[in-house]
């Protein structure tokens, strides 16, 4: 099984075997063993569900720090459209972009001139290919994991193709190279992430072998620097060139919204993709053309990196626009895109949850599994440090737990001890 990077990590010393996260975690990557957390790392998905949840702050997200980017001659800053709905006032957005570049970056991309353009070319895809429905978007990489380990029917409805930060990591590099005369290697471009799902993706990128995101600073980080800097600046720089389309994708039924097809839904929080996908997989849902789903609340504005609360952030989607100038983009659709733009290998899917690559063994692993279930209380309780029952009794059968893990099984196992030891006596 590959081992995969995982942005998504546990914070030991902070950790109070609380058991709040397990029940939350929607591949059941979670179980309490020994008083601490531990995250089975074949299953997380990274969506970040259980930094949300966590009461002591244990569970959190690696980013780079933001001294990393000075190991570059020229860096860029690829900035989310979530980024723009962090500050209240409705400031300009080339004000916030000229703090950017104020505090050690050279230049700036919008990722939602990318989004711009990446719908164009998934209108076209969508168009002339025939793919089943719902067509489901692949802009959130927590979405396409969790296709990947939990709806592998669904694998061939994903749009193949790249999302806007890597196009933006493409269309920004190539500038950069251009304008500076160094070396792709010389140029560091940095995602200004509001989830840990794209921070992951940066070292695991979807449909392509690498990723030309050099790493990544969280919201957080970049908002508390520029905050002081935005202030101070009278006359911005006309950096912004992003319309209202590319910004909406910051927002759960932005991408939709873009591609104006009637028969569109849009599904946030991993919760709600998990229960539409099991419809889409069951047939249940047939009048639907294309499904956006993104695994945070309120799309990415609602992303564990951001700073405001995501119904605040998402009504501020809306009116990013309303004291910004904007410039003419350099970036404007062409038909090269199209081809362009595709991912260059399939997505495979990852059987997480199979008890063992012999699949003799593996069906004699599930009846055992089921016998155990048979005889555990059924409570779901989680005081065993797994989510539920039948999570334990595949632990045991997988040889990480017993089943005097279980409270109700050991009490029993004591009772009937005492009473046997009375016997003899
Ligand atoms: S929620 Fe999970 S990570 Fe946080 S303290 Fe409780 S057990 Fe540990
Ligand atoms: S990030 Fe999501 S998938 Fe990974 S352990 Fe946390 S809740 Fe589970």
Not at 348 to 364: G, H, N, T
């Amino acid at each position: 099984m590959k081992q995969y990077f995982h942005s998504v990590t546990l914070d030991k010393e902070k950790c109070k075997g609380c058991t709040n996260c397990i029940k939350r975690c929607p591949t059941e990557a979670i179980r309490v063993r020994d008083g601490k957390a531990k995250i089975i790392k074949e299953r997380c998905i990274d969506c970040g569900e259980c930094i949300r949840v966590c009461p002591y702050h244990a569970k959190k997200a690696i980013t780079d720090s933001f001294d990393k980017i000075f190991e570059y001659k020229y860096k860029v800053a690829l900035v989310a459209p979530s980024f723009y709905a962090q500050f209240k006032d409705k400031p300009d957005v080339n004000v916030i972009l000229t703090a950017i570049c104020k505090v050690g970056f050279d230049y700036v991309f919008e990722v939602a001139s990318s989004a711009e353009l990446v719908t164009e070319v998934t209108k076209n895809f969508i168009q002339k290919n025939n793919l089943p429905k719902p067509v489901i978007s692949s802009a959130c990489p927590a979405v396409v994991r969790l296709i990947q380990v939990r709806f592998p029917n669904l694998i061939a409805n994903l749009v193949p193709l790249l999302a806007p930060i890597e196009l933006g990591a493409r269309l920004a590099k190539e500038r950069a190279v251009s304008k500076t005369g160094l070396s792709p290697e010389e140029i560091g471009v940095f995602f200004i992430t509001p989830c840990a799902a794209k921070a992951t993706y940066i070292h695991e990128p979807l449909g392509i072998e690498k990723s030309l995101v050099d790493g990544c600073i969280s919201i957080k980080d970049l908002y508390l620097r520029i905050l002081p800097v935005m202030k101070q600046i009278k006359k911005p720089k006309m950096l912004a060139t992003a319309s209202t389309d590319g910004i909406f994708w910051a927002k759960s039924g932005g991408e939709s919204f873009g591609l104006s097809n009637e028969n569109n839904i849009a599904v946030d929080g991993i919760w709600n993709v998990i229960k539409v996908l099991e419809e889409v997989e069951n047939q249940t849902v047939e009048d639907i053309d294309f499904l956006e789903a993104a695994a945070c609340v309120g799309g990415c504005v609602g992303g564990p990196l951001t700073v405001t609360n995501c119904f605040v952030a998402k009504s501020r989607i809306n009116h990013v626009l309303e004291n910004t100038k904007l410039s003419p983009s350099l970036y404007t659709y062409s038909s090269d895109l199209d081809e362009a733009v595709r991912w260059e290998k399939t997505i495979d899917f990852e059987p997480i949850m199979k008890l063992d690559s012999d699949m003799a063994v593996a069906m004699q692993k599930l009846e055992q599994l089921e016998k155990i279930n048979d005889n555990l209380p059924k409570l779901d309780c989680g005081s065993c440090g797994a989510p539920s029952c039948r999570a334990l009794a595949e632990d045991i059968v997988r040889g990480f737990a017993k089943e005097s893990d279980c409270i109700f099984r050991l009490r029993e196992k004591v009772k009937k001890l005492s009473v046997e030891k009375g016997d003899a006596q």
